[in-house]
Structures are given as structure tokens and as C-alpha cells.
């Protein structure tokens, strides 16, 4: 299994996964030439990409939905919800391919099985996904709201994670956002801390071979500190990553 996450924070957000001849795009929150580019620099071509999935109907995960599908004519999975909500709040544009799916449902694509997580973060029909080739499970596990019951069993199954570490608490209570949208943040329907992104690998994340934190806040937030209370928290037991605001990752392998 091959991924590489393209753009990840509130800007922007697009993960590719390559596994058992089947290649996946994850939300499509970035321009279409950004995608194309920064997936060329890797050797990957767009075109020819099996599926577009859908996580919720937030701008920076569906934005380019109907580029992407006009440009590279990918079929798009999305529960009906979530496109029910972007495209009401979204100028999508013509879309082309779209197949549904129910939150919490599973997706198959030959050998490899997506499972779909439903989430408390306050989108309109919010999942996240595992990823299981039947060799390695990864999560993609960004904008969660909280820390729900069930996530703590899946990432307590997982052998790699892509996973949302998005605010320092002191840096948001010091920040600048208003005091509505600092309740959003913090709130059962918005995002995990540091702390509790690192609180729930140590209690759940045995089987982690990496970690790589996501979905970083340009205000609130810095790799640095987002590192620095991982390692506070786990020690050295695993490799820990960031996925960039601004670019894309190397190629990380499972």
C-alpha cells in the first residue's frame, strides 16, 4: 500500500492510495492542477484513477468534486447527504459519475475493502475510511468531532493512520477566532487537539507501524507543537509525520 496526502488542513484536502492494482483519491478539496502536479512530481497520473470518495460536504473536502470529474472523468462515491449539502452550498458545476453509498456501509473495489466511518464532526453526513487490502488496515481519519466510541475500536485495528491533530489549546484560547468559532472548534462536532489525537493512539494504537498527523491548523497549531506533544504523549514508539498545508508528502508505504 502506497499514499501520499496531496494538501491537508482547512485549505485544502486530497489524499491518493495506491494498493493491489487499484488507485483511490480521497476528497477533492484542492484544484484539479494542483492534484495533477503534485501527483506527477510522484510519478502518478490522475487519469485512470478508479474512484473519487467523498468524506463530508465541507469546501475543503469537496470543492473540486465537479473539476475533478469533468477533468479526469473519475466516478465519485458520496453518500447522498453529503452531496445533497455540497451542492446546495457549493458551485459544483456539471458533475458527471456518481455512486452512493450509505455511511457505514463498506466499498469494494476488487481486492481492496473501504469501510465507512460515521462521524460526530458537523458536517451534514460526515464518514471517515479505513483502508483494508487484506495485508494492512489504514485509517483516514480526519474532522471527527470527538472522540466516539466506536473510533477508539478502529483505530485499535489499524496498522498505519492518517489522523486529524488539528489545534494546540492554548494557541486557540490565545488566538485571534472569534469566541463562536473557538466553541466550534473545541465542540463535539469539530476537530481532536494534539492531546487527544496523541491521548487515543496511546490507549488504542498498538498496532500503529506510523503515524502521520493531519489536518493541522494555520492559526492554532504548528508541526512543531503538534510533534512535540505527540512525542510528550507516545514517547518514541512509533514514526510520526505531518501531512503539509502547502504540499504534498513523500510516498509512504505499508
Not at 18 to 30: K, M, N, P, Q, S
Amino acid at each position: 500500500m502506497r499514499i501520499i496526502s496531496l494538501q491537508s488542513g482547512s485549505n485544502g484536502n486530497c489524499i491518493y492510495l495506491e494498493t493491489a492494482g487499484v488507485r483511490l483519491l480521497f476528497d477533492a478539496g484542492i484544484s484539479g492542477l494542483r492534484a495533477r502536479e503534485r501527483l506527477a512530481r510522484h510519478g502518478r497520473r490522475i487519469l485512470g484513477i478508479d474512484a473519487l470518495l467523498i468524506s463530508h460536504d465541507h469546501s475543503d473536502h469537496v470543492r473540486s468534486l465537479g473539476v475533478f470529474q469533468r477533468k479526469f472523468g473519475l466516478p465519485a462515491y458520496v453518500t447522498a447527504k453529503t452531496l445533497k449539502a455540497a451542492t446546495a452550498r457549493h458551485a459544483l458545476g456539471p458533475l458527471g459519475e456518481i455512486r452512493h453509498f450509505q455511511a457505514g456501509g463498506v466499498l469494494r473495489f476488487g481486492q481492496v475493502r473501504i469501510e465507512t466511518i460515521p462521524t460526530p464532526h458537523d458536517g451534514a453526513d460526515g464518514v471517515a475510511f479505513v483502508v483494508d487490502d487484506g495485508r494492512s488496515r489504514l485509517g483516514i481519519l480526519t474532522d471527527l468531532g470527538h472522540v466516539f466510541d466506536d473510533l477508539e475500536q478502529v483505530v485499535g485495528s489499524l496498522d498505519a493512520a492518517i489522523l486529524e491533530s488539528n489545534y494546540d489549546p492554548q494557541m486557540l484560547a490565545r488566538g485571534s477566532y472569534p469566541p463562536w468559532l473557538k466553541r466550534r472548534i473545541r465542540g463535539p462536532g469539530g476537530h481532536l487537539s494534539n492531546h487527544e489525537a496523541a491521548e487515543l493512539v496511546l490507549a488504542t494504537g498498538k498496532r500503529l507501524k506510523w503515524l502521520c498527523l493531519a489536518h493541522l491548523s494555520e492559526d492554532n497549531n504548528h508541526p512543531r507543537v503538534a510533534l512535540r506533544t505527540h512525542r510528550d504523549v507516545l514517547g518514541n514508539r512509533l514514526p510520526l509525520y505531518v501531512a503539509s498545508r502547502y504540499e504534498a508528502t513523500g510516498v509512504f508505504e505499508l
